[in-house]
């Protein structure tokens, strides 16, 4: 009888503690709103966009989207870039906002206005938190 009643004590114990570490539903609650299927259809895949030639306003291959990093909390949303001496590859990488980048549906292309890929080398290197 004695190990009957250790484990149900135990049991007992570890349900405590798991209700104990476990939030508080009404503090975890998030409210989901459902988005309009035909509306997220029109955005982009971050796989497609991956590896695309970053180009400037005159045409030049300025770098080539490396990854994305998605801020904390709803934060901003970066394109990180790399930029090389042979059109991007194997090159440093610069992080960029990603609204600063223009999708171009009609041709496919990515522009960052204004930028030249000297301009994005004197940008900090990003480097990944480890």
Known sequence: MRRIRTASNSALAL???????T???SAT?????????K??????RAEELKLKSVLNDK???????????FGRDNGPVYAVLSVGDFDGLNGELVAVPFNSLKLDDSSGKIVLPGASREALRKLPVFLYNR
Not at 29 to 37: K, N, R, T
């Open 59 to 69: 045409g030049d291959i300025i770098g080539h989207i490396d990854d994305f990093i």
């Open 39 to 44: 509306e997220v259809a029109k955005g982009y």
């Open 29 to 37: 609650e998030v409210a989901l709103v459902a988005p309009d299927a």
């Open 15 to 21: 349900a405590g503690v798991l209700m104990a570490l």
């Open 23 to 25: 939030p508080a539903a």
